[in-house]
């Protein structure tokens, strides 16, 4: 089992950006990915960049993409969301989640993940 903990969220204006954090409470050589979904109110959770741990492979939702840069940091058992050029639509409750053991999925559905932090809300002002 893990707990993972969000940080790093809050008010910024269009154009700007914004670190995410995901903190894992251990280290465990079983952790397959990680990955960040985000909910807007009134809209279903969805994927928005993920991070293999093994080979370091990285996908993206393509709204996000040459924006946002999901990394990790093994020794601190952070992930990272990097988030630039905000828009006004990024505007949502983001979560980090993460899949342990084996895993033969695409990584997009949420339905897919165990372990789940309590969100950070990121809200993009135009």
């Known amino acids: 089992q893990v707990q993972l903990v969000e940080s790093g969220g809050g008010l910024v204006q269009a154009g700007g950006s914004l670190r995410l954090s995901c903190a894992a409470s251990?280290?465990?050589?079983?952790?397959?990915?990680v990955s960040w979904f985000r909910q807007a109110p009134g809209r279903e959770r969805e994927f928005v960049a993920t991070?293999?741990?093994?080979?370091?492979?990285?996908y993206y939702t393509d709204s996000v993409k040459n924006r946002f840069t999901i990394s990790r940091d093994g020794a601190k058992n952070t992930v990272y969301l990097q988030m630039n050029s905000l828009k006004p639509e990024d505007t949502a409750v983001y979560y980090c989640?993460?899949?342990?053991?084996?895993?033969?999925?695409?990584?997009?559905?949420?339905?897919?993940?165990?372990?789940w932090g309590q969100g950070t809300q990121v809200t993009v002002s135009s």
């Open positions: 991070i293999r741990y093994s080979g370091g492979s990285t």
């Open positions: 251990r280290q465990t050589s079983s952790t397959n990915a």
């Open positions: 989640a993460a899949i342990l053991g084996y895993y033969s999925g695409t990584y997009y559905r949420h339905q897919d993940y165990i372990y």
